[in-house]
């Protein structure tokens, strides 16, 4: 798929929506990607996890044992990804604040590819890596749907995008007064 292919399905879903957004770094945007408005449609969801497997098998990455997602938004598109590279996928989920391995084993040097949504900041697979090195997996990769930082983030590892779509993402000190005129909306995750 083209980058202009994934970002269509993700329009044609309205899961690009326009207003002033509290993202889950805490950057603010014009911009907020609700990824759930497109897993809400599994066909559409299995094609561009689909284009993502393919996107990992053209990077060489066919040595995979397991394929992990980050507790909430990486486990439909793990899921669906590893079902397209034919192996098993497990997910990372909160537990005091820190990503755990909570309801799995993985042996130690597990070959692992981190599956993500949306990338902004990064965060959330750099955690991820933290919690699975921390048990002795060997973290291959990352992947996601959607890179907004267009390659800018610092994720600890290698970063597949199926697509990029930079968007503009301030600090809350630097939003532009066209945007800080707009009520804040925080639609993320993170702090749930």
Excluded at 31 to 40: E, G, L, N, S, W
Excluded at 69 to 92: D, K, Q, T
Aim: net charge negative; aromatic share 6%.
């Amino acid at each position: 798929m083209t980058r202009d292919e994934v970002i269509q399905v993700f329009r044609d879903c309205g899961a690009i929506l326009d207003g002033h957004f509290i993202l889950t770094s805490g950057l603010h945007s014009p911009t907020f990607i609700q990824k759930a408005r497109v897993f809400m449609h599994a066909d559409q969801t299995e094609k561009l996890c689909r284009a993502l497997a393919g996107k990992i098998k053209d990077a060489g990455l066919d040595k995979i044992d397991l394929v992990v997602g980050p507790a909430i938004g990486g486990i439909i598109p793990a899921y669906e990804v590893s079902r397209h590279l034919g192996i098993p996928n497990v997910w990372v989920e909160r537990e005091e604040g820190k990503f755990r391995l909570r309801r799995f084993e993985m042996a130690p040097e597990t070959r692992v590819v981190i599956i993500e949504d949306i990338v902004t900041t990064g965060l959330s697979i750099r955690e991820t890596i933290m919690s699975l090195e921390e048990i002795g997996a060997n973290v291959l990769a990352a992947a996601c749907l959607v890179d907004r930082s267009a390659g800018k983030a610092n994720v600890g590892t290698k970063l597949i995008a199926l697509a990029d779509y930079e968007v503009p993402a301030y600090k809350p000190e630097d939003i532009p007064a066209e945007l800080a005129a707009i009520p804040a909306v925080k639609p993320g995750s993170r702090s749930l």
